[in-house]
């Protein structure tokens, strides 16, 4: 080309800022939103047609045929344009269609050098956020079906089924035994020799999905011999099975580390408890240390119903969108929602879709989702001891007695089922018996009660209830112990009516009433009377008229005058049972300081867990 200015291309005699600004209302760059918020396009490699060589993963504009002449026009303006297109943007590749990667290696060594943002999924056995502008972070629950293959479509293969997406249809967890699974590794590892060549260190950051069977380490190193092939990443977030596996997560955290320069630490052997520089610090420094580790959950709260008892603790995280069917929710998020969901972004920045190590066996440094810090309690012995001794008395524990995981669920007509209240399964069956002691807050949540869901005098449930807070009254340190009663009821009387509550009448609703009697009473045990009063006990209990026509009847449509009676006989029924507990300190103990603000399960999201 003429280095005469006048014989070039009119875009050409522009200065480069003005061509790139060009680039940019072209779409090349990141797309400008309202109050200058920009956000990449996520594209997708390996589009069916030759003239959607890319395909935009947005709903709006032409993508690719608005530049696709820029890029075509000549090498300077492709050079330019091609370094904005691939520097800016985000790629994703997948290998299930057309089952090849060649449309990454089809990328020339000039946009591989200026690529930064890259996600390639060569197995994933559930979603993963196809739709990174509205990520849910959810993976979904699958059955089997059967799809024809590409080339046979009369040879149907067994694949999981997802209702979640478009095609309907997963992939199976990836198996070096199979000679496809083994085509899909080949792949893999020519692919990343070839972007080894090209990309340039310390820029990429790539996301890779490899979902392989629960513990099938060889196949998972033989994934990652590909990654360890590439130079070193900006960043690396990657899932290596959509289940939890200890040995794959250690060989995922390790890969990761490495990848972006950081040398693993070096295996160590076992030491014994008099070798562990921790253990030769001062109890009080060891503590100290503890309570700035997993063992105290970001809202400071461990909850356990029975009913879910096979996830064992978890911790509820509360809802900022309403819904956990109430139309508020929590007045302060005091920052736990940085250790939950961590796969959404601040709109309108995209999802890399999930890599929760809570979720999978995934590690990303995005991930700060709180899981149970299960190796300090494996160390040793004494640290074991100490371990439960910060987790027991740092944490408030919720106790949930409910038919479903909500603690608002309505129970089925009859009398409870139950032989036992759940609390008293978790004080003696849960609860290791030394660990009792250590705890400071205790808050027993049961569902609402009805006429037609009653607990009477003589039921099993109550004698061993009675039994259950005899005998761990001396394994508590009732003095320092907040308790808490809660029979959950929904604050708006237009919603969460529990089954048949409605027709309730005023004689039906004192049963309820003496319900709550039953379950206070042998709570008496643990009052000053008997030398060791509670250091603060609490009651929410609600009216169980407030649901029944007799109030709507009585106060007609007059919505305030409702809330009010419901407001001051509720304030009414938690006075009483707080002075039948704490009997004469009620007064004082109530002046003293003000009742803590309800546990994170009133505004929480029951799906929204995390067990030990």
Wanted: some cysteine; aromatic content about 10%; hydrophobic content about 35%.
């Amino acid at each position: 080309m003429a280095a005469d200015n006048g014989h070039l291309p009119g875009i050409l005699r522009l200065t480069s800022e003005i061509r790139h600004r060009i680039y940019q209302a072209a779409g090349l760059g990141r797309q400008y939103w309202w109050d200058n918020y920009t956000s990449p396009t996520i594209y997708h490699l390996g589009a069916a047609s030759a003239s959607e060589a890319l395909k935009s993963d947005i709903s709006y504009g032409d993508g690719p045929r608005t530049f696709r002449g820029l890029l075509l026009s000549c090498r300077t303006i492709y050079s330019e344009a091609s370094a904005l297109l691939y520097s800016e943007n985000w790629f994703l590749v997948r290998y299930r269609s057309p089952r090849s990667l060649a449309a990454l290696r089809a990328l020339t060594p000039h946009a591989l050098a200026s690529l930064t943002n890259l996600r390639v999924v060569l197995n994933e056995t559930s979603c993963h956020d196809d739709k990174l502008y509205e990520s849910s972070g959810h993976c979904c629950n699958r059955g089997w079906v059967y799809k024809g293959t590409e080339a046979d479509s009369s040879a149907p293969e067994l694949h999981y089924g997802c209702d979640d997406c478009s095609d309907n249809v997963h992939d199976l967890p990836l198996n070096a035994s199979s000679a496809l699974d083994g085509g899909v590794i080949s792949e893999w590892r020519t692919t990343a020799a070839y972007l080894a060549s090209h990309i340039v260190p310390g820029r990429l950051e790539l996301s890779l999905i490899c979902d392989v069977d629960h513990g099938d380490v060889e196949t998972a190193k033989l994934v990652l011999d590909g990654l360890g092939m590439l130079p070193r990443l900006k960043n690396c977030h990657l899932r290596l099975c959509e289940t939890r596996d200890s040995r794959l997560q250690r060989l995922a955290s390790e890969a990761v580390l490495k990848a972006r320069g950081f040398a693993p630490a070096e295996p160590q052997a076992p030491s014994g408890c008099s070798d562990s520089r921790l253990l030769s610090l001062p109890l009080e420094v060891r503590l100290r240390i503890l309570e700035h580790t997993d063992l105290i959950t970001p809202s400071r709260e461990v909850t356990w119903n029975r009913t879910v008892s096979d996830r064992g603790y978890y911790i509820v995280q509360a809802s900022n969108d309403g819904r956990s069917g109430h139309e508020f929710c929590a007045a302060q998020c005091r920052g736990e929602c940085r250790f939950a969901r961590c796969w959404q972004e601040k709109w309108p920045e995209p999802s890399l879709g999930c890599f929760c190590r809570r979720r999978h066996t995934a590690f990303s440094t995005r991930c700060r989702c709180w899981t149970p810090p299960t190796p300090l309690f494996l160390v040793c012995r004494k640290l074991y001891e100490e371990a439960n001794l910060i987790f027991y008395s740092k944490n408030r524990f919720i106790i949930i007695d409910s038919p479903r995981s909500s603690p608002f669920a309505s129970r089925d007509p009859g009398e409870y089922p139950h032989a036992s209240f759940a609390a008293s399964q978790f004080l003696k069956q849960v609860a290791p018996r030394q660990c009792l002691g250590y705890i400071r807050f205790l808050e027993l949540v049961f569902s609402p009660f009805n006429h037609q869901n009653l607990l009477r005098d003589g039921h099993t449930a109550l004698q061993d209830w009675k039994e259950t807070v005899q005998w761990v009254k001396d394994k508590l340190n009732i003095p320092a112990l907040t308790l808490r009663l809660v029979v959950a009821g929904h604050p708006n009387p237009y919603v969460g009516t529990p089954s048949g509550g409605f027709e309730m009448t005023r004689a039906e609703g004192k049963e309820v009433l003496a319900t709550y009697n039953r379950i206070l009473h042998p709570l008496q045990l643990l009052s000053p009377d008997t030398g060791r009063g509670l250091a603060r006990f609490y009651a929410k209990l609600p009216w169980p008229m407030k649901w029944s026509h007799w109030i709507h009847y009585r106060l007609g449509k007059d919505e305030e005058a409702i809330q009010g009676l419901i407001d001051s006989k509720e304030l009414e029924l938690k006075e009483h049972a707080e002075l039948f507990i704490m009997g004469e300190r009620y007064e004082r103990v109530s002046a003293a300081a003000a009742e803590p603000e309800m546990s994170v399960w009133w505004w929480g999201r029951p799906d929204e867990y995390s067990g030990y």
